[in-house]
């Protein structure tokens, strides 16, 4: 049986996080089960990474270098995710063509569609689906604009710590890779993952992605506005903010920063809730069914039953190791524990073989 390895790569604001899959025979598909044979976390150092783009090259570049020499992945090709504001996905139909015609026409295609240069942005399309018209067949799908700058600062970091970044693929579609397997094939289910900095929230509709955003603003936000609530460094804050949450009662000293945990939840929330209405309107009577929610940013006490309330969905915390099989010396309780953290980077090692 000839057997694939891909690893997937996420660069975050706070950690690189880095997980080996192995698969059978046909290689990575939206049913294969994986098998997790290798897994790397690295915390990086506050503004070595700002909004999900690498800012200082050698201390990411170390940090990448450091999880290969301990934790051993097999090979040096890596799938790695971008994805933030800086990154366009838009819908755009386009006539049927084969996709490698699709590929080397886009420059032509979208000139009008995106707000940087052609020349300044790299460019993928994702088909989802087709739909008939008088003129033929149609093509439905997405149109991913990233600037050159945003995917270079990432992919030099790889290159630093000596490691070939084979593909670069959307966090986005990594994630909804991750999470929309299994029964969620059957439905159209949100995920949102989130981070540090940047949410990224992806609508799938039978496994496919149809709507992606990503929104600035993430757990550290939520953060600062405790620090700066109470006048207290932000280690502190951290900590007071996950003794708070959001939605509950609160001792008096905490009401200020209660109140501002509020302010910054409350519009992240009504962003994610904004994405998914924008999509029920788009696609009547076939709305999102359920929200599974990841990343760190997730676990702050009560915004689960908040984003619920807001969406009148039910929300579920996302194991994306339900998807896998998990290899002994790569599995540990803390493993488990954090799976929420790790949707992404073994959603890039799900994509195309690398
Ligand atoms: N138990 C917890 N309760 C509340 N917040 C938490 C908890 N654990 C982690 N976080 C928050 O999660 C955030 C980090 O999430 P994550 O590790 O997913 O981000 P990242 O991938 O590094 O960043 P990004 O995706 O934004 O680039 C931090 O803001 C942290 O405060
Ligand atoms: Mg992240």
Redesign the pocket.
Known sequence: MTKTRVIGL?I????V?AAELEFGNGGPSLTARPRLVRLGVAQ?PPGA?R??EVVERQTVGSAIKRLWTEQKFSHKNVVLGIG?QRVVVRDLDLPAMPIAQVRSSLPFQVADLIPVAVDDAILDYLPTGVRQSEGGDVMQGLLVAATKDTVTANTAAVEVAGLRPVIVDLSAFALSRAMARGEALEHTVAVV????????VAVVARGVPRMIRMLPS???D??EAVAAALQIPLDQA?IA??GIGVGFATAPEHERAAEQITTVVSALIEAIRNTMVYYASSHPGAGVEHVML????S???GLGQYLSTATRLPVSAGQPLDNLDVERHAASPRLVEEQY?LA?ALGLAMGAAA
């Open positions: 996420d975050g604001t706070t950690h996080r990086l990474v909004e999900g933030n993952d989130v981070g540090a900095r940047v949410t990224t993430g757990g550290q939520v953060t951290e903010k996950r990841t990343g760190g940013g676990q702050l006490p953290t992404i």
